[in-house]
C-alpha cells in the first residue's frame, strides 16, 4: 500500500488525483507552543490544551480534526510506502521530525520518501507547483528510510529545546540534507534571547520600526519576505506581534 503524509490542507486541495494511494495530513502547528509528553495520549492532551488556550479551538475539535487525522498513521500496515510530503522552512520540518518519529516507533520496515518543493521555489513552497510540478516533485523524492532515526533524533531534541543535540545533528545530516542546518539554526535563533527578546521577535520589533507602524497585515507581509525560514502562518505572527508589542510596553 503507497501513502502520502501531506503538510497541510492546503496541499490536500491541490493534490493531483492521478497520484494513487492514501494520504494522510499532518495537521499541526508544532514550531508552536509545548510538545514535550510521556506519551502520544498526552501529547494530544498538552496540544489541545495549547491550541484552546492560545487560539480558542475547542479541544474536542482540535482531537477531532488533528489527533485523529494523525492517529490514523498508527494504522499504516507494515511494509507500506510513505510518502512524506514537507518543506523546508522550520514550521514544516518541526512536524517532518514528529511524524519521522512516529513512523519510527512503529517498527513496521516502511519504505519512506521525503518529497520536497524543486530548489527553484525555495520556502515559498507547494503551493507554487502545478500539478505537473507536484508529480515532478514526487519523480525526485529521496529515500529516507535509512536516516529517520536521525530525523526522530532532531525531534527529541527538539522537544528538550537541546540546543547542542540539535547543532551535531544539523552538522551530521549537512551533506545529505543541506535544507536542515538552516532550519535548526533558525530554531536556535528562537532559543537565544538579547535584551529579552529572541532572534525572530527582535526582527518583528526591527519592523515595527521600519514600517511606523504595529499593524498586523503589513508586519506579516514584511516578516515572510525577510524571515521565510520560519514558514510562520498569520496565527503564528499574529501571536509574536502580540507579544512583541507587549515587550517593549514593559520596556
Not at 78 to 95: K, M
Amino acid at each position: 500500500m503507497t501513502y502520502h503524509i501531506l503538510n497541510g490542507d492546503s496541499l490536500k486541495a491541490q493534490f493531483p488525483a492521478n497520484i494513487s494511494g492514501g494520504i494522510i495530513v499532518g495537521r499541526e502547528a508544532l514550531v508552536d507552543g509545548e510538545v514535550k509528553a510521556n506519551s502520544l495520549e498526552e501529547f494530544f492532551r498538552v496540544r489541545a490544551d495549547f491550541m484552546h488556550t492560545h487560539y480558542e479551538v475547542p479541544r474536542a475539535e482540535y482531537l477531532e480534526k488533528s489527533a485523529k487525522e494523525i492517529n490514523k498513521i498508527l494504522d499504516i500496515t507494515a511494509e507500506s510506502e510513505i510518502n512524506l510530503w514537507f518543506e523546508d522552512d522550520l514550521f514544516c520540518q518541526v512536524n517532518f521530525w514528529f511524524i519521522a518519529d512516529l513512523l519510527l516507533q512503529q517498527s513496521k520496515d516502511f519504505t519512506i520518501y521525503l518529497v520536497r518543493p524543486t530548489k527553484e521555489i525555495s520556502y515559498n513552497g507547494f503551493a507554487w507547483l502545478t500539478s505537473d510540478g507536484l508529480e515532478n516533485a514526487l519523480k525526485q523524492r529521496v529515500l529516507i528510510s535509512n536516516d529517520l532515526i536521525s530525523f526522530s533524533e532532531l525531534w527529541k531534541a527538539y522537544q528538550n529545546q537541546d540546543s547542542t543535540k540539535l547543532k551535531e545533528i544539523a552538522d551530521r545530516l549537512a551533506n545529505s540534507y543541506p535544507f536542515i542546518p538552516p532550519a535548526v539554526n533558525a530554531q536556535l535563533g528562537r532559543m537565544h534571547y538579547s535584551n529579552g527578546m529572541n532572534e525572530v521577535e527582535a526582527i518583528i520589533s526591527k519592523l515595527i520600526d521600519e514600517l511606523s507602524t504595529e499593524e498586523f497585515v503589513p508586519i506579516f507581509k514584511a516578516f515572510n519576505k525577510q524571515a521565510g525560514i520560519y514558514g510562520f502562518g498569520d496565527l503564528q505572527v499574529e501571536r509574536l506581534l502580540s507579544e512583541v508589542i507587549r515587550k517593549r510596553q514593559s520596556q
